[in-house]
């Protein structure tokens, strides 16, 4: 290794003891996790030893600083981007048991009444266009977020919501009849929204 090389390995080793904890503590600001502030410090420091041939050896701390803070600051926002996905998750359970429960007590529901209400279902829903139809399914049937039907048909959040109101104001009136049991039916098509 040639004597500059030499000085450069010198100055990160330096760099590392004098500033290392200072660092780890700026990362453990943003993160609030010590192991993942420890992390984000060894890999800006993985990542001045691969580029030190370009970044000026005067700026190798303030290098290292932008990377601990970019890195911290993009491992916060996948925590909150995760945690938002677990919530999403939780709800969707939520609605389920709920939907299930309400299943379960209705279930001394006459079959001939089933029967028809599905009928009405299946009519009304086969009475809206394809596209309608899909999105409506997409939400009840696959349990999708209002966003993941809209990226998947590309369109607006706004209109998939559109769309199953649609759909839920068909029903509604198409089993007013039922008294009770279609409040509960419609009840348990709109909270699986």
């Not at 760099?15 to 453990?28: E, F, G, H, N, P």
């Not at 429960?101 to 209705?106: D, G, N, Q, V």
């Amino acid at each position: 290794m040639d004597t500059q090389g030499k000085a450069i390995y010198e100055r990160i080793e330096h760099i590392y003891k004098t500033s290392k904890d200072v660092l780890i503590r700026t990362a453990y600001m943003f993160v609030r996790d010590e192991e993942a502030a420890r992390d984000i410090v060894a890999e800006a420091f993985m990542a001045l030893i691969e580029h030190r041939n370009e970044v000026d050896p005067e700026k190798f701390y303030p290098y290292l600083y932008s990377i601990v803070q970019h890195k911290a600051i993009d491992h916060r926002r996948a925590d909150i981007r995760h945690s938002k996905i677990a919530q999403q998750i939780r709800a969707k359970e939520e609605r389920m048991m709920e939907y299930y429960t309400l299943a379960i007590e209705s279930a001394s529901i006459s079959e001939a009444h089933s029967g028809e209400i599905m009928d009405i279902y299946r009519k009304r829903l086969n009475g809206f266009p394809t596209f309608t139809q899909n999105i409506f399914l997409r939400s009840r049937r696959d349990g999708k977020t209002r966003s993941e039907i809209a990226a998947e048909f590309g369109i607006s959040e706004n209109k998939v919501k559109y769309e199953i109101q649609k759909v839920l104001d068909a029903l509604k009136g198409a089993l007013k009849d039922y008294g009770e049991f279609s409040a509960l039916i419609v009840f348990i098509l709109s909270s699986l929204a």
